[in-house]
């Protein structure tokens, strides 16, 4: 039997024929449906990746600065014979001043940028408008003068007393209606000093409330107070007093305040009269420090022969006696001295002669401009502490408003200290600090010799950014 017999493909095809080639043509391209299924998922991820959520707005914002336009002082109460309270304001404006003296409210008319008037009690000075940048007070008289403050959250003070012989007396000033709060820490030699008393201490507005450290934390070192404001406005002032045993009367005199500890700090202000001086150094920290003093000429900055570095253990305070230091040459060139340690201290100088008694704390750095109202008697303005060569411009008006200094330029360089003369009838100066930064202060002798540290001028206010509450 014949078998049938396949016909030979065409001239030109392909074996296999038509049919397979199709079918590879079909595998080797992808179809539509396999395409769209990969394309789809990546410009789904695409445009997730190029969407953005809103965002979310923020609860809190920064304060804005804007032009200062309402300052408060608080001048303390009188020491005997103290009884000038002296004001003024860089701007050179006339207007009124809102003054509350004790409990009650008055007004003083500022002339020119300058006044005057005489108080026993304490007196708050608030001025508004062009009044307020460079408003500053004063009190003196009597041998005793002191820079009205204003109210602040933490002050620190060195160098009180709570003894028989040398005891110091604190005063917490309320400028507001509403009740305030404040905390007082005490350190001596040996650590911190429990004082039930003056934990939590709550001033009722418009009052003040003092203790007496003698009755509150009797104690027979030296002691280092921190007032720390948790509510409300405080103004803190202390009144030092020493009465030694024997024929010398009691001196007494303000207490400046430091405003924070610093590890490298200068004490501007000594004065050039022979008397025992004290420096008197606080630790804070709970870590022991080392202290190394120099004293600041107009020419250099150097270590004086006899005085070894000192080792403060943790929240301690102790006394160094520089009464042997300062005296003779040393005492006539120098015009400060320069504390560089190995962590924050504070510091302050104790200078007392048998009719008088003077205290200088540590300076706060000055860059730009100073003000103070300066009280009756002779006066220098002592600048140091520079970190780079820079100068000092003073100018001073008196009671009538009149430049008694125009423009009085002092170069100023680094390690080292210049005191500038300011005439007796100026009643208000202001220093300017260009190029660099420097602590500034004013010595004044009048019957003795008083110490105004300066700080440094706010001309704005930061206000709250205060916004709708979202729901």
């Not at 024929?247 to 305040?257: G, S, T």
Request: with cysteine; net charge negative; proline share 8%.
């Amino acid at each position: 039997m014949t078998e049938p017999t396949t016909p030979p493909p065409a001239s030109g095809a392909a074996p296999g024929g038509g049919r397979r080639r199709a079918a590879e043509t079909t595998r080797g391209r992808p179809s539509p449906v396999t395409v769209l299924a990969v394309v789809i998922p990546l410009l789904t991820v695409a445009a997730l990746a190029l969407v953005r959520p809103a965002e979310q707005a923020s609860s809190s914002h920064a304060p804005t600065e804007a032009p200062l336009d309402r300052v408060t002082a608080v001048c303390p109460a009188r020491l005997p014979g103290a009884d000038e309270i002296r004001m003024g304001s860089t701007g050179l404006g006339s207007g009124e001043l809102t003054l509350r003296v004790g409990r009650r409210t008055e007004t003083q008319e500022l002339s020119d940028g300058v006044a005057a008037r005489t108080e026993r009690q304490y007196v708050v000075v608030n001025g508004t408008g062009e009044l307020a940048p460079g408003l500053v007070a004063s009190r003196s008289g009597g041998g005793s003068a002191t820079g009205c403050d204003q109210p602040a959250l933490e002050r620190w003070f060195t160098g009180a007393g709570a003894s028989a012989e040398h005891t110091s007396t604190l005063t917490l000033v309320n400028p507001d209606r509403g009740p305030a709060v404040a905390d007082v820490t005490v350190w001596d030699g040996s650590g911190l000093v429990d004082v039930p008393a003056l934990r939590g201490v709550r001033v009722t507005g418009g009052r003040s409330t003092s203790f007496d450290l003698s009755e509150v934390a009797p104690n027979r070192d030296a002691l280092a107070l921190r007032v720390s404001v948790s509510r409300g406005r405080l103004a803190s002032s202390v009144v030092d007093v020493v009465d030694p045993v024997g024929r010398d009367r009691p001196v007494r005199e303000w207490l400046p305040a430091q405003a924070e500890p610093a590890s490298t700090s200068y004490v501007a202000g000594i004065g050039t009269t022979p008397a025992d001086r004290v420096l008197t150094l606080a630790n804070p920290g709970d870590s022991e420090v080392r202290i190394a003093l120099e004293l600041v000429s107009d020419e250099s900055e150097f270590a004086p022969s006899g005085v070894e570095e000192v080792t403060l253990d943790p929240s301690t305070v102790s006394e160094v006696d520089l009464s042997g230091v300062l005296r003779g040459r040393n005492l006539a060139g120098t015009q400060a001295l320069r504390l560089e340690a190995t962590g924050p201290v504070t510091a302050a100088l104790r200078t007392r002669t048998p009719s008088d008694l003077a205290l200088t704390p540590a300076g706060s750095t000055v860059e730009g401009d100073a003000a103070v109202a300066l009280p009756a008697g002779a006066k220098r303005i002592v600048v140091t502490g520079a970190a780079a060569p820079g100068l000092v411009t003073l100018q001073a008006w008196d009671a009538d408003g009149a430049e008694v200094v125009r423009e009085r330029r002092v170069e100023l360089d680094p390690a080292t200290a210049a005191r500038i003369r300011v005439p007796d009838d100026a009643v208000l100066a202001q220093v300017r600090v260009e190029r660099t930064g420097a602590v500034v202060s004013v010595e004044v002798s009048d019957r003795g010799l008083s110490v105004l540290p300066l700080s440094q001028v706010v001309t704005t206010s930061e206000v709250a950014d205060v916004r709708p509450a979202q729901r």
